[in-house]
């Protein structure tokens, strides 16, 4: 079975992907320095999937941990590459950090696989958009100044594997433009592990729900939408882990568009945070506090994603709902209660 390397596996989208990528009849090997997990995730893991995947854990930074990671393990014939710093928040105040963190890490691995042919799918994001001008927003909308470190080095990231490709014909890329992340498998054994004080709406609204938190803050309620609240395109994190075994699936196949692709994953739909809070109240049947407070300095007002590219070429679709996305995220809450994990 072909051997597909994980880097950042142990984390929230990272280990989601693994379950998938075993389900799809491949084999995960992981690569994650635990700075924002733990190794109990591999455990959860393996209670879904029967078995503990091969994990190793350095630093991505070190460069010649990484070239004989490569020469020990040459039947790794992809790789999806997760591993990277990613608070918005935290970028701001600390930019050096992410861009030694995520531009050393991505290239250590690049230049490793330099001469040897590679599938590459990268963990990219809608935030390369900006506040779009059309909406929904295709791939071939502009990339926009990011408003953060974080946003910087997601589109500086494309620019080097899309220039590295181009360069190089032993590299096929795909990048993927999340957009919203949220929810957990439906084991509720795994799923987002924020570490302090969420600073992403789900896990405040779940953490809210079961009493971690006092109440929510809506971030702005007077902007120009529907309610007055910001819009975002919330995908469940299992349909985002299967558009990454699409991905694989397509670059062994072979992508007809060339060696560096990019594509949407979201489910084409917008909801608002007051919709949001009404499609988790409802599905949980939790009444939550919240009040309306400041604007977030930063926040795109609204973004949702055009995803016919990614159903035409990618060959995949989201299939989970909103009702299925806070079910799942607040069963996992629930287990997180009574199973403290890290
Ligand atoms: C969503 C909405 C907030 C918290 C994040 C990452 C970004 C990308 C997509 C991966 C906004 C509002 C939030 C709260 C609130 N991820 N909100 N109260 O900012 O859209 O983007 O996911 O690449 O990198 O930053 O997500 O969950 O922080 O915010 O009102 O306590 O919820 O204002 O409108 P965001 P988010």
Redesign the pocket.
Known sequence: MSKILVTGGTGYIGSHTVVELHHAGYTPVIIDDLSNSNLQILDQIEKIIGLKPEFHQFDLCDSTKVEDFVKNNPDVSGIIHFAAS?A?GESVAKPLKYYHNNFFSLINVLQAYQGKPINFVFSS???VYGEPDVLPVTETAPVKKATSP??NT?QIAEEILSETALAHDNYNVIALR????VGAHESALIGELPLGV?????P?ITQTAIGKREK?????GDYDTVDG??V?DYIHVVDLAKAHVAAIKLLEKGNPNGSYDVFNVGTGIGYS?FQTIAAFEKASGQKLNYEVGPR?DG??VQVWGDVNKSSAALGWTATLGIDEMMSSAWAWEKYLQENPLG
Do not use: A, I
């Open positions: 990613k918005v994001s809608c935030t974080y946003g997601k999340y957009f919203n992340p969420p600073q992403n709406l789900l405040f929510l803050t809506v971030f702005g609240s910001c975002r945070v977030r926040d795109v």
